[in-house]
């Protein structure tokens, strides 16, 4: 008894004394022995494994919106058209090519031969139901099937689509999830695309372990000879917590991190086992102006706000260094892109506007609404900021769910908020006055909504181009909510893992993916 | 002792009306709108009304609630907001890996603290007391967040013994169920100390001792077993403290429980699922208080003898 006695002691000392130790001594130490991933050096078994940290609501094409629900639904189904995760322009998915007659109406033909996972043909009536369908019974689909009128069958293997006035956004719409094509008879047999997504996509849905991991297996008869998957099991599991997702891969028991920690950053990169991947997102992030209210009506008070707010101490205090400084209306990365007309960082010049609207500063009150710590740390070095000329910000933190009922009621002065849309068009969509409905407070400038509506309705790319440009110049000017930043995504894995292009959308293109020989 | 049980089992009924009534209207007055959360921030106010129509959330609030009550009453726990699934695919799939993880952490728990509790009592003011009571106070003040990192860097990083994250195996159990059994063994062993204490002083004790009892069988027969009810009711509150706050360790070891899912619906104001995972909880908390209760008579038989 006295011997079994210390000899439990004996163990739970050296248990707790060794965690300790070992947990102490591990900082900065990963790179060593236990910092390289499990079989190191040989070739890869035929599988992916990707630590995200979301599981999606749902597999269906529709009744989602999320980063990580797209991220699924791109590996089982494909569009009519794409966007090429590289140049953000759309190219041809299941359509091999189209023409547009009177401006309103477009003809798709389709790639023959493409099959869906279970074995039946796609054909021009499968396109026609899903976004029949989709139009019918998907309220949140909306912005990307409202402008389509009608949808028909020409023959087996073409589609009419008519949209209810020229618009040129129709091929971006087409590439979204909303439009993604599933098969006639399951759509009208009811099937539950969430239990059984059946796209036509390069990897086939095998199980969902919810909670714990979805798991896919390449489409042998995948269509797109160029860009077969090469990867036969791909398993995605949910890990939510940061930092156990860097040690998984480390530990060698994910091949990728789709979300990395900031915090993680310098160790993965500073070992050669890992790759980690830096894109700059086409995440726009701005302080979101209520402009229904005054004084942040006057567009003299915006551009000092504008003006005061230091984009790189923002970045370096609140984000670790890991973001892109932007003052324009659109993000970089768009071909459209520009700066004009936009300012940065001048307190001089901040001072001068205030001056310019003539009002005492120090009667301006700010309150931001911040709902999560990274918006709180922001709204902090913005609140030095604009103290600088005498504005009062007010830090109002709150929750996701609670935020977003207050932005969409109107019932806020101000709040940072981001979008990321995966083309300039849609993006700059949000500055025509219609939005307001959905974005209370927006901008109001019935020039902008003009300019808006034409390059809506401009077919033609390149007088599209001229058109979204002078928008940009325009808007940026006016200064309706002051650009701060993009966000840097990083993606680690595995160094034997080649063919990842990360996307400034989010996106990774996994079936482009092989493991080196 | 059967009518007891049936006694207690009914006043769930009560308690599980009482629970789902203050969750549904605490979570409905709470702000935030599941429906905006769903659509996200560029919806317009159709479309929001339209999804808004179609869950009936339209509806009245007692409308909804018992609407609610009777799908309950039929087994029926409603369909998820978030994710369209019903309720009941998604706790019940889920609730058996919180149940597992939850009963491997208190054998864990139990397992360090009664002897940590005992040689603590037994050894009073010596090295060893000190010793025990501070691995104890350890175990009690250690962020179990940090405790769980630290066990994945030795054991899964450096030793490579166990999985860092999951339920795929019985080597996934390992380090979330010691993270959450240390934590909770700090009470329990100050519980057993304390009863321990008490008892060993008793006359009986004396008593025995001066029979020419041996020491050993003095703590095994005599002085243990009278100083377990105490340590029974912190083992039982404990499995049931357990059960809802795992959610931190589900979290950190991506463990596929219930307490992670609760906090996700929490955040997106899923009503049907956090109300369904309130029940679950309601009524395994209950069980597990009678299970304690009917032990306390296997224990005691002069509590055995109340229960007729």
Redo the contacts between chains.
Sequence with gaps: MKKSKRLVSLLLAAMFTVGTLAGCSSGGTSSGAGGTPSGSGEAHADSLVIATQSEPASLTTYDHDSLIGVSMNILTYNGLMRIDQGTLKTEYDLAESHTVENDVDWIFKLKQGVKFHDGTELHAEDVVATIEWVKANVPGSSGYTGKIASVEEVDEYTVKITTDGPYAGLLYDLGYHYNFIMPKALIESGNDFNTNPVGTGPYKFVEWSHGDHITFTKNEDYFDETCKPSITELTWRFIPEGTSRTIALEAGEVDFVYEVETTDVSRLQSNSAFTVAEVTSVENWFLNLNKDLAPFDDVNVRKAINCAINRDNIINGALNGYAKANISCVPVGYAEYSDEGAEGYDLEKAKEYLTAWGGDPSTISLPILCSNDVKVRIATIMQADLAEIGINVEIVSMDQATYLSQTSSGDFTAALTSWSPSNALTYLQRYHSRRRASNPGSLNDPEVDALVEQAESTIDEAARTELLHEIIVKVNGLVPQPTLYQSVNFRAFDARLKGVVPSATGYVDFHRCYWEA | MIKYVVKRLLALIPVIIGVTMLVFFILKS?????V?????????????A??TE?MGLDQPLLVQYVKYMIGLVQGDLGIAY????PVAD?VF??FP?TLKLSLVATVVSIA?AI??GI?AAVKQNTV?DN??MF?AL?GISMPMF??A??????F???L?WF??????SWQSYILPAFALGFMNMASTARTTRSSMLETIRQDYIRTARSKGVSN?VVIRKHAFKNALIPTITVCGLQIGSLLGGSVLCE???????IG??MVQAI???DVPMVLGCTVIFTICFSIVNLLVDLLYGFVDPRIKSMYS
Excluded: C, H, N
């Excluded at chain 2, 978030?82 to 699934?85: A, E, Q």
């Excluded at chain 2, 990192?149 to 030795?154: A, I, P, S, V, Y």
């Excluded at chain 2, 950190?252 to 429980?257: E, I, K, L, Q, S």
């Design positions: 709470a702000p935030g709108d599941p905006r959360l769903i659509l996200g921030e560029q919806a317009t106010p159709e479309q929001v339209e999804l179609q978030s994710t369209r699934r998604e799939s889920r890996y360090l002897p940590l040689i060893i010793v025990s691995v350890i940090w405790l990192l630290l066990l994945m860097l030795l899964s990083l450096k490579g999985p860092v994250s999951g339920a795929a050993s979290t950190v070891f991506a463990w596929p429980g992670r899912l955040s997106a104001r």
